[in-house]
């Protein structure tokens, strides 16, 4: 953290102009004895000054030359001191000691410092914890140092934690983990002093759109508006204002170039609109879903709170210096739909770490079983396993599949209604939940496959979803199979890196031929070939990092 050492030296500089003074006051009373023994602390503390520049690696031998003229002033002072005119002696150290000063503002490099706005961060688990903390671990590579604002514990029912993940935290990173009391089902009492500058916090952004305000002010006279407003955007409403008073509180805004917020969950991005409007500096939002235009939302457009919350959305996208999608479809859809000016919004996906598979050998051989497997979270509606349940009932009834040989794993999280899918038709016996792994071992699990299964449903509203899953699979060389919009966003990278298949989820037939087709491969132990780092390179997570710093220094010329 070499911005922070540079600040620290510089404020120790401060304390020796300040001895120059208390040297003056001392000779002016002939008080030699404690000028001599202050001459000798400026010396120490001089050298103090040049150990910690030897710390920071940094080749800056003009600075330690000054440092070392001043010490040989210091010292030629201290041998004949009583024949110095106090005034005179003072301006010449101030002299020789500014020269160094200079010297360490000019030429000590300093990296930018971005301070991110993750509430998901390790150890907390769950895909969109990846994204952030690959770029927290990549973006010293271009830069920027980071420190990062998360919460300390999960929301009430996220499960998922993954300690092995904190190790890829560099150790230049400084992370501030929240509580956040609502969100982990704590009962807590809000007095009316801090319901008011919660609803400020909020209110504040909305303060130049009438009709906005109108509609705060609309919900407030409903039967549950407090309530409401109180968890708008999102629950965690509350810990954001809390992050932004801790941030002006505890932190030094001034020591950061730039904030940068990802949601979900949303209210993230009003921290960083907060400080944006506050202090003016420059303000990257991270959208990983869309709010209004997300297909698991599903509020009806004449719903109040859908239009206040297309108030907010509109007003943040427009107030950030810039803002990234995962997703092309997304992106367009907020030029289109919101009028984000171009120039504004760029794409990044998410992807995959190299650094991941450093361990994970590509395998030999085929596993004693036909692997079909999910990773991640099935939580959504349109997230049935039916297809392939159904497409796996006909290949063995046909014969052409031998059940015995056959598992379907699902390794994360499955909801209810896919759990009573399974015992409906019958498939416990080749059924396996693995439930949440270390992300390494799901990387393991997923090489050793023989198909890898991405799910998000046929309607055209999924276009822009890309699960962030769909790049581990790309570098996992295993062949997807994609039950997802045929014009869809991840239908398209499928299609470009030869990685596999998209298909409706009324393709019954093509289903069991894509699963056929795999499965006549394992029993003759073919072995898939390793993917082409060539062709999927382009989302590796370090690529991707480099282009959040172009973004980051584009921005803060601004």
Same mark, same amino acid.
């Given at each position: 953290m070499k911005k922070q050492v540079k600040k620290q030296i510089i404020e120790i500089i401060k304390t020796l102009y300040e001895a120059h003074k208390r040297l003056s006051a001392l000779l002016e009373d002939q008080s030699l004895d404690a000028a001599f023994s202050l001459i000798c602390d400026c010396q120490d503390t001089a050298i103090q000054i040049g150990n910690i520049i030897d710390e920071t690696e940094s080749n800056i031998d003009k600075t330690i030359k000054l440092l070392e003229d001043y010490c040989e002033l210091l010292y030629t002072s201290s041998v004949n001191i009583s024949e110095h005119n106090p005034s005179d002696l003072e301006k010449a150290l101030n002299q020789n000691l500014s020269y160094a000063e200079e010297s360490v503002r000019s030429d000590i490099p300093t990296p930018h410092t971005v301070l991110m706005i993750a509430y998901y961060f390790p150890p907390l688990g769950g895909s969109g914890v990846y994204r952030s903390l690959k770029f927290a671990k990549y973006l010293p590579l271009y830069g920027w140092d980071v420190e990062v604002i998360s919460a300390k514990n999960p929301p009430k029912g996220w499960n998922f934690a993954d300690q092995s993940l904190t190790l890829e935290i560099p150790d230049s990173t400084i992370v501030h983990r929240l509580p956040d009391t609502l969100c982990q089902g704590d009962r807590v009492e809000f007095d009316a002093k801090r319901v008011n500058n919660v609803f400020e916090f909020i209110r504040e952004l909305l303060c130049t759109d009438r009709e906005a305000l109108s509609l705060v002010e609309k919900v407030l006279r409903s039967n549950n508006g407090i309530k409401d407003l109180l968890t708008f955007p999102d629950s965690c409403l509350p810990w954001s204002y809390d992050a932004a008073q801790y941030i002006e509180n505890s932190l030094d805004i001034t020591d950061y170039d730039a904030v940068f917020t990802t949601s979900g969950p949303y209210s993230a991005h009003i921290i960083g609109a907060y400080l944006k409007r506050k202090y003016g500096i420059s303000w990257i939002a991270d959208y990983r879903d869309q709010w209004t235009g997300n297909p698991l939302v599903g509020n009806s457009k004449a719903n109040i709170m859908y239009k206040l919350l297309l108030k907010l959305?509109?007003?943040?996208?427009?107030?950030?210096?810039?803002?990234?999608?995962?997703?092309?479809?997304?992106?367009?859809?907020?030029?289109?739909?919101?009028?984000?000016?171009?120039?504004?919004?760029?794409?990044?996906?998410?992807?995959?770490?190299?650094?991941?598979?450093?361990?994970?050998?590509?395998?030999?051989?085929? #596993?004693?079983?036909?692997?079909?497997?999910?990773?991640?979270?099935?939580?959504?509606?349109?997230?049935?396993?039916?297809?392939?349940?159904?497409?796996?009932?006909?290949?063995?009834?046909?014969?052409?599949?031998?059940?015995?040989?056959?598992?379907?794993?699902?390794?994360?999280?499955?909801? @209810?209604?896919?759990?009573?899918?399974?015992?409906?038709?019958?498939?416990?016996?080749?059924?396996?939940?693995? #439930?949440?792994?270390?992300?390494?071992?799901?990387? +393991?699990?997923?090489?050793?496959?023989?198909?890898?299964?991405?799910?998000?449903?046929?309607?055209?509203?999924?276009?822009?979803?890309?699960? #962030?899953?769909?790049?581990?699979?790309? +570098?996992?060389? +295993?062949?997807?199979?994609?039950?997802?919009?045929?014009?869809?966003?991840?239908?398209?990278?499928?299609?470009?890196?030869?990685?596999? @298949?998209?298909?409706?989820?009324?393709?019954?037939?093509?289903?069991?031929?894509?699963?056929?087709?795999?499965?006549? &491969?394992?029993?003759?132990?073919?072995?898939?070939?390793?993917?082409?780092?060539?062709?999927?390179?382009?989302?590796?997570? &370090?690529?991707?990092?480099?282009?959040?710093?172009?973004?980051?220094?584009?921005?803060?010329?601004?």
């Amino acid at each position: 953290m070499k911005k922070q050492v540079k600040k620290q030296i510089i404020e120790i500089i401060k304390t020796l102009y300040e001895a120059h003074k208390r040297l003056s006051a001392l000779l002016e009373d002939q008080s030699l004895d404690a000028a001599f023994s202050l001459i000798c602390d400026c010396q120490d503390t001089a050298i103090q000054i040049g150990n910690i520049i030897d710390e920071t690696e940094s080749n800056i031998d003009k600075t330690i030359k000054l440092l070392e003229d001043y010490c040989e002033l210091l010292y030629t002072s201290s041998v004949n001191i009583s024949e110095h005119n106090p005034s005179d002696l003072e301006k010449a150290l101030n002299q020789n000691l500014s020269y160094a000063e200079e010297s360490v503002r000019s030429d000590i490099p300093t990296p930018h410092t971005v301070l991110m706005i993750a509430y998901y961060f390790p150890p907390l688990g769950g895909s969109g914890v990846y994204r952030s903390l690959k770029f927290a671990k990549y973006l010293p590579l271009y830069g920027w140092d980071v420190e990062v604002i998360s919460a300390k514990n999960p929301p009430k029912g996220w499960n998922f934690a993954d300690q092995s993940l904190t190790l890829e935290i560099p150790d230049s990173t400084i992370v501030h983990r929240l509580p956040d009391t609502l969100c982990q089902g704590d009962r807590v009492e809000f007095d009316a002093k801090r319901v008011n500058n919660v609803f400020e916090f909020i209110r504040e952004l909305l303060c130049t759109d009438r009709e906005a305000l109108s509609l705060v002010e609309k919900v407030l006279r409903s039967n549950n508006g407090i309530k409401d407003l109180l968890t708008f955007p999102d629950s965690c409403l509350p810990w954001s204002y809390d992050a932004a008073q801790y941030i002006e509180n505890s932190l030094d805004i001034t020591d950061y170039d730039a904030v940068f917020t990802t949601s979900g969950p949303y209210s993230a991005h009003i921290i960083g609109a907060y400080l944006k409007r506050k202090y003016g500096i420059s303000w990257i939002a991270d959208y990983r879903d869309q709010w209004t235009g997300n297909p698991l939302v599903g509020n009806s457009k004449a719903n109040i709170m859908y239009k206040l919350l297309l108030k907010l959305e509109t007003n943040l996208l427009k107030l950030a210096d810039h803002n990234i999608c995962v997703a092309p479809s997304a992106c367009n859809d907020y030029i289109a739909r919101l009028g984000v000016p171009q120039n504004k919004i760029s794409v990044i996906t998410n992807g995959y770490d190299e650094d991941d598979y450093k361990d994970i050998p590509f395998p030999s051989d085929r #596993g004693e079983k036909f692997t079909i497997t999910f990773s991640g979270i099935l939580y959504a509606a349109s997230q049935t396993l039916e297809p392939i349940t159904q497409a796996l009932s006909q290949l063995f009834s046909d014969g052409l599949v031998d059940r015995s040989n056959v598992r379907l794993q699902v390794i994360g999280s499955v909801d @209810k209604k896919n759990e009573d899918l399974i015992t409906s038709c019958g498939f416990d016996d080749i059924f396996e939940f693995k #439930g949440y792994l270390a992300h390494k071992e799901t990387l +393991r699990n997923n090489v050793n496959s023989d198909i890898l299964l991405m799910i998000t449903g046929n309607d055209q509203i999924n276009k822009s979803w890309i699960p #962030g899953k769909l790049f581990d699979y790309l +570098r996992s060389g +295993r062949p997807i199979l994609s039950l997802a919009p045929k014009d869809g966003d991840a239908a398209d990278i499928i299609q470009k890196t030869g990685s596999g @298949k998209t298909l409706s989820f009324g393709d019954i037939s093509g289903i069991k031929d894509f699963i056929l087709k795999e499965y006549e &491969k394992w029993e003759h132990r073919e072995i898939p070939a390793p993917p082409d780092i060539n062709v999927i390179s382009n989302y590796e997570r &370090k690529s991707l990092t480099m282009q959040l710093a172009d973004i980051l220094d584009v921005n803060i010329q601004i």
